[in-house]
Structure formats: structure tokens, C-alpha cells
């Protein structure tokens, strides 16, 4: 029984990764159908059960209650999927106002007959103060049952309504045709058995971690204070030869500072224009500056100064078939480079063939080239400057200079103020008139206060996020981080090998520098939660943040016991870092999709990035072991600090599953969906969870063999948060 529950399981790991192959190459229904929904994969889950089970019964794992609370939740989470699968069905139920339906179609395409029928006296949306971007969408219903009194419930996104065991969702608005969304699920049995696995599983988890009797404290004993880590990483930092070209002309530091501390509408949500020159300049050159100007002085430039900007090579292309296609030597472009000697544009050809569906070489460094020289092109013409806002009716609309939208029933002179305002700055600008254009950047700035009010962000909002735009540029810190924890590692290496112990003067400098990061991250995450008015958790590179500053302090603490993963934290930490810039190189705070309001979101993230982390300082100590693996007292004490660690992670990592799976089931009604990231989660966490059955599978007991698997272990890590992000897809992908 032991060897076929593991041999089952190896196989449900191959087969939900091949699934997620399938749903890549061959559409999501496919992978629903053939796998997900299957009578065999729901038998292949029936046998792991059961030979689980029967296992557990005879190794008499009743013995040791926290384990076998844990393999009892896991067996109750299944048995309430399955009761799910067998007993519940949902669809989604469109509701025109005053419509009233007693039907249910599921997803499947049967139709049930509800109990009551339910009506739609009204449906909002909420949008952010000032934008149109939708902070919530909220239903009203009427639910009538015969012989009964009509209810009345609100639905709301993270707001369920419930009755007779059918649950409503809010899922969105059809503004075209006047009608509401909502998703409809019956699942009496099923979420009951499936929330007490939940309940069960967590208990368990940290009975295990505290249970005096058990394997994890008496890991904890043997441990010794040394452990040893090594990560082989290469990093070159590429600084390309640029050819000198004249200083192109732009405003004077005063008036940029004033032009910085204008609001604009800029991704959803109102901003100071610094946050948009800054996304700008960072866009096209790949920095916050260019040339000693500041992002505003380059975001005036491009604006004012168009003709003399257009030949600066600040465009950044990567793609080296971009490159050749534009005929130019460097990696960077002037606006004019993309244009031909007959003024046609040399990308027209091949982003026709990308349109068309032809595959062509580097269709994504293509089309990114391109975006850039939009972008320069809509600053330059002034499309991207919502920067005059009129109340009418109670609502802000928010217009570029010299808009021809803007309402003709306005006073003479506001009217004129929004059509000509620009031209006006413009001019004074280009006869450099300082005083002049100070003034009225000035008077601009009060007219969007007294237009707008309350709609602005606070003073505190606005202070915030200029500093926070000052001094988020991480790229220094990755690299002095990464560089350090290397000769760390190395050092830590050789003196380990002689049997001595790290200099004290080398590990309080890092612990200072360590020290010094976690508070920076801690400064950079507080301001962007200050700004965005949300935990800063719900985007790529925000989650890899939360991950480096998770790496710092878990650091931090485990130095003050095991003296040498002092070098793998500070490698962590500045390789995270250094992840994060790659996702997202200037991350735009913008306003949470209505779903993702929930306190759901912070939890759930920040437990799994901290497990992410503990299994990254786990691959950097397997590696480690391995490059000393002809000093088999080495192997032991990173064997045993490995399992000291291995215990918290699958802990976090499960806990922090089933915490996401309990929040969509809250917002979208479906506690698991199989989406590739949901999938990938599991695989990882059944890859880990091996190494804790040493007792069953021996091998793994082995420190050599034990490292090996480790190491190996972390791809699944990588597929998960990087091959779905770029690769795999979903919902949950935010590349």
C-alpha cells in the first residue's frame, strides 16, 4: 500500500503538469474535459485516497495525532471536492432590471429549476473618486418563495448573498445591455466538508510545528549552529557605448517641480504627473533620468521641445531583430530611426504579419519597440495629459489640452482655459519665461483642486508617492546584494572546510546591510500601501518585493541561530530583487480590480511568498551540499537545517493554498478551478511534502540523495510563479 500511494501520487504529478501542457497548447475545455472533469482523474484521485488510507491505518499513524489530523484534512478536503463534483453545480445568471428568472443553467448546459425566483431591482458600480475605474459592482435582488416572504439582498463583489443552499456572486455588469452577472452555485454538502478539512488542516499544521514529541522538535535539537550554502549565479550588468549627441533643450528644475506636482489621470486613478514622467522615462531608456535631466525635465522635453527630443537615442530596443529592422548599431533609437528615407514607418510589414497570426521571429520585442514609439508619440502630442478635470452632474471627467470633448455648455472662460491653457504654457516655455510658466503651472494645480476636491488624494497620498518615486530604484541594492551574499557564500565555504567560523566583523556588515534593507523595504512597501490604499500584494512585482523583504527577515532571525545562511539570505534577497525589476522595471500603482478587494488577497500572498522563500534559502543549502559532498558532516548539518526549514514551508505553503482557495470560493464561487498557477501550487506542494515521508521512503532519508531532490525541487518553485507568468497563462498570471 505504501509504494502504490506514492507511486499514485508521482503519477498525479505528471499528470496535472501535463494537463497544464495541455491547456497551453490546446485551449482551457480541452484540459477541463479530458483531465480536470474526467472519470479517470477523479478515479486516480479515489486510489491515492484509498491507498493513503490504508496505509496510514497500518502504520497506525493514529498514534501521532497532529500527523494524522494532517492526512485525515487532506483526505476530508478530497472527499468534499468529490461531493462537489458529484452533488454541486453552478452557472451564471444574467438579470436585466425588473427581469425575473426561476431557472439556473450550469456549465455543462442543464437547466434547474430554482426553488424561489429572483429579481433585479437595481445594479451600480462604484468607481474610484475622480476615474472611471470600477471599485465595485453591486446587485440588488428580490428572492421570492412561495408561501414565504420576499427577501431582499445585496450582492457585491467579496459580498456574498445566500438562501435555501444556493449562494450568489457578483461577478460583473453588462453596461450594453443594461443587465447584472452573477454566479449562482447549489453546494450544500460540499463546501461544509471541504471548509472542516481546511479547519482541520491548519490546526494540524502548527500542532505538528509544536508538538514536543514529534520529528520537526527533535530536528530542532540535533541541529547544530553552523550550515553552509552556495548558489552559482552570474550576473553582468551591461552599460551599452552610446554616441554623444547635443543636450536637447527642456524647462529649468523650477518649473519641472512645479510641472511634477500637477494631478493627472494617468492608469485608472489620479496622479502627480511625476509618476507618469518617471513610468515614461524608465519606459523608453530603461532609467528614471537621461542625461542628468530629471523625469520631469524629460516628460516637459518630449512635450515642448518635441523637434530637438525626436533625435535623442533614448529609445531602448532589446530585440536584436528590432534592431535590424530599424538598421541601427546600438540599443538605443531615435523617433526618426523608425522611420525610413520616404517617411514609411519600418515596422508597418512585420507587425502586419504579427497581426495576421504569422509567426515571426521575436514578436514580442517587435511589438514592444513599437509600443515605445506610440508612447513617445502620444506624450509628444499630448494624449497621455489628462490633466483638466470638469465636474458636470456630479461626476469628474478628465480632458487632454485642447481636447475637442470638452463640454461647449461651460463658462466662456473655463471653457477657454482647457482649449488654449496649453498653447499659452507652451509659449511661455519656449520664450523662457520662467516666472511666467511657474505661475501658471500654479494656477492649473488650484484649478484641478478647487474642480475636483475630495476626489484628489489626500496631501499625505501625494507626499508619498513622490517620495516613494524618489527612492524606488532597487537596481543597486539587487546588485550590491547579489555580489555580496556571493563572496559570502564563498568565504563562508572555505572557512568551513577548515573547520573555523566567519570573522565577527564580516557578519555584523552583513547583518547591517541586511538590516538596512529590510527597512528600506519596509519604507518602500508603507509608502506604496499609502498610495494605492491597499496591502501591496496583487501584482508581480509587488509580490516579489513582499518575497525580498520575507527573504531579509526570515534571514535576520535564522542568523541569530545558524550562523552561515547569512550569506544564502542576502543572495535571496538580492536575487528577488532583481526578479522584481525584471517582471516590472517601473510598476505602475494602479487602481485593484473590484475582486481584489479583500483582506483575502495579503494573506494569502505574503504566506506563500514566504514559504517561496524558505524553499529558495532550502535549493541554495542543497547545492551547497553538494559542491561539498566529500564532507559528510557538512551533508548532515545542512541535511538536518534543510528539514528544519522544510516543516514551516510546506506549512506556509499549505495554509496559504487553502487560505486562496477559500477567498475564491468567496469571490468567484469555486474553491479550485484547476488554473495553471492553482495547479502548479499543488504540484509543488506534493513535491515537497515527499521529503517529509522519510520514514516511508527511504531514500529520501539519504543527506546525498536528500539534497539532490531539493535542489532539483525548486524548478517546480520556478514553473510556478515564473512559467505560468510567462508561459503557462490563466488568471492568476500577472507577468
Avoid at 504627473?273 to 530603461?286: I, S, W
Avoid at 546588485?479 to 573555523?500: E, H, N, Y
Avoid at 491597499?534 to 523583504?549: C, D, K, R, W, Y
Wanted: glycine share 6%.
Amino acid at each position: 500500500m505504501k509504494k502504490i500511494a506514492f507511486t499514485l501520487l508521482l503519477a498525479m504529478v505528471v499528470v496535472l503538469a501535463t494537463a497544464t501542457i495541455v491547456e497551453r497548447c490546446y485551449g482551457t475545455a480541452t484540459a477541463q474535459s479530458t483531465v480536470y472533469h474526467s472519470v479517470p482523474f477523479a478515479l486516480l484521485w479515489l486510489g491515492i485516497a484509498m491507498a493513503a488510507f490504508a496505509h496510514i491505518m497500518r502504520v497506525k499513524l493514529y498514534r501521532r495525532l497532529p500527523s494524522f489530523g494532517v492526512h485525515v484534512a487532506l483526505l476530508l478536503i478530497l472527499a468534499g471536492a468529490a461531493t462537489t463534483w458529484l452533488t454541486g453545480y453552478s452557472g451564471k445568471m444574467r438579470l436585466s432590471r425588473d427581469e425575473c428568472k426561476t431557472t439556473l443553467t450550469d456549465e455543462k448546459g442543464v437547466s434547474h429549476q430554482l426553488p424561489f425566483s429572483v429579481t433585479l431591482l437595481d445594479y451600480s458600480i462604484k468607481y474610484y473618486d475622480g476615474t472611471h475605474s470600477p471599485a465595485d459592482f453591486v446587485s440588488r435582488i428580490k428572492i421570492s418563495s412561495p408561501a414565504k416572504e420576499d427577501i431582499n439582498a445585496t450582492v457585491r463583489m467579496n459580498q456574498i448573498a445566500s438562501h435555501q443552499g444556493y449562494r450568489f456572486y457578483q461577478m460583473g455588469v453588462d453596461i450594453e445591455n443594461d443587465a447584472t452577472v452573477l454566479q449562482v452555485t447549489h453546494d450544500p454538502w460540499g463546501i461544509a466538508i471541504t471548509y472542516s478539512g481546511y479547519l482541520l488542516l491548519a490546526i494540524s499544521l502548527i500542532a505538528v510545528l509544536w508538538w514536543q514529541r514529534g520529528h520537526f522538535r527533535a530536528l530542532l535539537k540535533q541541529l547544530s549552529m553552523q550550515s553552509s550554502c552556495l548558489m552559482v549565479i552570474m550576473l553582468l550588468a551591461y552599460v551599452p557605448a552610446q554616441a554623444e549627441t547635443t543636450a536637447p533643450e527642456t524647462v529649468t528644475p523650477e518649473v519641472a517641480e512645479r510641472f511634477g506636482n500637477l494631478f493627472v489621470l494617468y492608469n485608472g486613478r489620479i496622479a502627480p504627473v511625476q509618476t507618469l514622467a518617471r513610468d515614461f522615462t524608465t519606459k523608453l531608456y530603461g532609467k528614471p533620468t537621461y542625461r542628468g535631466f530629471t523625469a520631469e525635465q524629460v516628460l516637459a522635453g518630449w512635450i515642448f521641445y518635441f523637434d530637438q527630443w525626436r533625435t535623442q537615442p533614448m529609445i531602448k530596443v532589446k530585440s536584436r531583430h528590432a534592431r535590424q529592422l530599424l538598421d541601427i548599431q546600438g540599443r538605443f533609437a531615435t523617433i526618426d530611426d523608425f522611420r525610413a528615407t520616404d517617411n514609411s514607418y519600418r515596422l508597418d510589414q512585420v507587425l502586419s504579419l504579427i497581426n495576421s497570426g504569422v509567426d515571426v521571429d521575436d514578436a514580442r520585442g517587435i511589438n514592444e519597440a513599437h509600443e515605445k514609439y506610440e508612447l513617445a508619440f502620444m506624450v509628444a502630442t499630448g494624449q497621455m495629459l489628462k490633466l483638466f478635470p470638469v465636474k458636470q452632474g456630479g461626476e469628474i471627467s478628465w480632458f487632454t489640452p485642447g481636447s475637442r470633448d470638452i463640454p461647449e455648455n461651460l463658462p466662456e472662460d473655463q471653457w477657454v482655459f482647457l482649449r488654449r491653457g496649453m498653447d499659452y504654457l507652451t509659449e511661455m516655455v519656449i520664450t523662457h519665461d520662467q516666472e511666467g510658466a511657474c505661475h501658471f503651472l500654479e494656477k492649473l494645480r488650484e484649478y484641478q483642486v478647487k474642480e475636483c476636491g475630495k476626489a484628489l488624494p489626500s496631501d499625505a497620498q501625494f507626499k508619498a508617492e513622490k517620495l516613494y518615486n524618489q527612492i524606488n530604484s532597487s537596481k543597486w541594492l539587487a546588485m550590491m546584494l547579489v555580489t555580496m551574499g556571493l563572496i559570502l557564500i564563498i568565504v563562508s565555504v572555505r572557512i568551513t572546510a577548515k573547520g573555523k567560523k566567519l570573522p565577527q566583523w564580516v557578519k555584523t556588515v552583513g547583518i547591517c546591510v541586511l538590516t538596512a534593507t529590510a527597512a528600506y523595504l519596509v519604507v518602500c512597501v508603507t509608502l506604496r500601501w499609502i498610495v494605492s490604499g491597499h496591502v501591496p500584494m496583487s501584482n508581480g512585482f509587488e509580490t516579489m518585493q513582499a518575497m525580498a523583504l520575507a527573504s531579509a527577515m526570515l534571514t535576520l532571525w535564522l542568523h541569530s541561530r545558524h550562523s552561515n545562511t547569512l550569506g544564502p539570505g542576502v543572495l535571496v534577497t538580492g536575487l528577488t530583487l532583481m526578479v522584481s525589476m525584471l517582471g516590472e522595471s517601473n510598476p505602475a500603482i494602479t487602481p485593484l480590480m473590484p475582486v481584489l478587494h479583500s483582506p483575502w488577497l495579503s494573506i494569502h500572498v505574503a504566506t506563500i511568498m514566504i514559504a517561496y522563500s524558505l524553499l529558495a534559502l532550502m535549493a541554495l543549502n542543497s547545492i551547497m551540499a553538494l559542491l561539498s559532498r566529500n564532507q559528510p558532516s557538512v551533508l548532515e548539518r545542512l541535511h538536518i537545517l534543510n528539514m528544519v526549514m522544510l516543516y514551516p514551508a510546506v506549512a506556509l505553503l499549505a495554509i496559504g493554498i487553502f487560505i486562496g482557495a477559500v477567498w475564491a470560493n468567496i469571490s468567484w464561487g469555486t474553491y479550485w478551478s484547476w488554473d495553471p498557477k492553482e495547479v502548479w501550487a499543488l504540484i509543488t506542494l506534493i513535491i515537497y511534502s515527499l521529503p517529509l515521508h522519510s520514514q516511508s521512503i527511504r531514500r529520501l532519508s539519504r543527506p546525498m540523495f536528500f539534497h539532490v531532490y531539493i535542489a532539483l525541487a525548486f524548478v517546480s518553485v520556478l514553473v510556478t510563479y515564473f512559467g505560468v507568468n510567462f508561459f503557462l497563462g490563466g488568471m492568476h498570471s500577472y507577468a
